[in-house]
C-alpha cells in the first residue's frame, strides 16, 4: 500500500484540526481540535517508521517512541490547559475565547 | 485490480475517521464534539495495529480515550455547556478558517502528491512490539524518559497550583 495514503490522510486530518481552531470560538473545542492535529501528526509518523523498517532500517523504532513523546507532553498539556480554561471559566463565566481580548486591558 | 484486504480496512478506517473528525469541529453540541474525538482515536488506534505498532494503539486507547477524553468531559460536566454559548455574529470569520484550512490542504497535497516514496509491504514489521520498543526505551532513550517524567512531575503541580481556588 503507498505510504502516500498515510500522508494524504494525515494532512486531510490536520487541516480539519486548522479549520477547527480557526472556525469555533469554544476554547474546549480548539484544545481538541490540537489534540486533533498532534493525532495527525502521530499517525504520519509510525507510517514513516514503517516505511523505514521496510527498508531495513534497524532503527526506525525511534519515530515510534517519537510519537510516544509526543502522548507524554500532549497529556501533562492537557492537564495544564485544562486548568487554564477552568480558571477562566470561573472567573468570567465563559469559555468563549472572545472573552479572552479583555487580558489586553 | 482488485483492492486487497489491508486497503480496504483502511479506506473504511480512513473514512470513519475523517467523518468524526468533521463531527468534531461541526457539531454544536460540546459533548457531541468529545464522542465524535474519541471515534476518531479508535479509528487511528486501528490504523497503529494495521501497521504493527501494537504498544503504541495500546497507549494511544488508554492515554487518549481513557485519559484525556475522560478529563474533557468531566471539565465540560462541571462547566454546564450544554447551552451553546456561541453567537453567530460574524459568520463571515466561519468561512475565512475554513477557507484558509482548505487553502492549506490544497497547497500540502499538491505538494506530496509526485512525491516518490517505497509503498508499504504487507508484511509485517516486528519494531512496534513492546519488547524491541522497551529495549530501545531503556537503552538509547533513557534520559528523554526521565526528563519526560519530570515534565509530568511540573504539569501535575502546575495544575494544581492553577486550579486553586485562591
Redesign the interface.
Known amino acids: 500500500?503507498?505510504?502516500?495514503?498515510?500522508?494524504?490522510?494525515s494532512?486531510?486530518?490536520?487541516?480539519?484540526?486548522?479549520?477547527?481552531?480557526?472556525?469555533?470560538?469554544?476554547a474546549?473545542?480548539i484544545?481538541?481540535?490540537i489534540?486533533?492535529m498532534l493525532?495527525a501528526v502521530?499517525?504520519l509518523m509510525?507510517?514513516f517508521?514503517?516505511?523505514w523498517?521496510?527498508?531495513g532500517r534497524v532503527d526506525?523504532?525511534?519515530a515510534?517512541?517519537f510519537?510516544?513523546?509526543i502522548?507524554?507532553?500532549?497529556?501533562?498539556?492537557?492537564?495544564?490547559g485544562?486548568?487554564?480554561?477552568?480558571?477562566v471559566?470561573r472567573n468570567t463565566h465563559?469559555?468563549?475565547i472572545n472573552i479572552l481580548n479583555r487580558l489586553k486591558n | 485490480m482488485g483492492m486487497?484486504i489491508?486497503?480496504i480496512i483502511?479506506m473504511v478506517l480512513?473514512v470513519i475517521?475523517?467523518v468524526s473528525?468533521?463531527g468534531?469541529?461541526l457539531s454544536k453540541n460540546?459533548v457531541t464534539?468529545?464522542l465524535c474525538?474519541i471515534v476518531?482515536?479508535f479509528t487511528?488506534a486501528g490504523?497503529?495495529i494495521m501497521?504493527?505498532?501494537q504498544?503504541?494503539a495500546v497507549?494511544?486507547i488508554i492515554?487518549?480515550a481513557g485519559?484525556?477524553m475522560v478529563?474533557?468531559l468531566y471539565?465540560?460536566m462541571?462547566?454546564n455547556?450544554n447551552a451553546e454559548?456561541?453567537p453567530q455574529k460574524r459568520n463571515w470569520?466561519?468561512y475565512?478558517?475554513?477557507i484558509?484550512?482548505?487553502a492549506?490542504?490544497v497547497v500540502?497535497?499538491a505538494a506530496?502528491?509526485d512525491?516518490s516514496?517505497?509503498?508499504?509491504?504487507?508484511?509485517p514489521?516486528d519494531?512496534?512490539l513492546i519488547k524491541?520498543?522497551g529495549q530501545?526505551?531503556f537503552k538509547?532513550?533513557v534520559v528523554?524518559f526521565e526528563v519526560?517524567s519530570i515534565?509530568?512531575l511540573s504539569?501535575?503541580v502546575?495544575?494544581?497550583v492553577?486550579?486553586k481556588k485562591d
Open positions: 500500500m503507498p505510504v502516500q495514503y498515510y500522508i494524504f490522510l494532512i486531510a486530518l490536520f487541516c480539519i484540526g486548522v479549520m477547527g481552531v480557526l472556525m469555533r470560538r469554544n474546549i473545542i484544545f481538541m481540535c489534540e486533533l493525532n502521530n499517525l509510525v507510517s517508521s514503517k516505511m523498517a521496510d527498508a526506525a523504532g525511534s515510534q517512541l510519537v510516544f513523546f502522548m507524554v507532553v500532549a497529556a501533562a498539556e492537557v492537564a495544564v485544562l486548568a487554564i480554561i477552568t480558571m471559566y465563559s469559555v468563549d | 486487497s489491508q486497503q483502511f480512513s475517521s475523517l473528525a468533521l468534531v469541529v460540546p464534539s468529545v474525538l476518531t482515536f487511528i490504523h497503529y501497521m504493527n505498532a504498544f503504541l497507549v494511544h492515554v487518549y485519559a484525556i478529563l474533557f471539565v465540560m462541571l462547566m455547556l454559548l456561541e470569520l466561519k475565512a478558517g475554513a484558509s484550512g482548505g492549506l490542504m500540502l497535497v506530496l502528491r512525491a516514496m517505497p509503498a508499504l509491504s504487507s508484511q514489521t519494531i512496534g524491541n520498543l530501545l526505551l538509547q532513550y528523554p519526560s515534565l509530568f504539569a501535575m502546575g495544575a494544581v492553577i486550579g
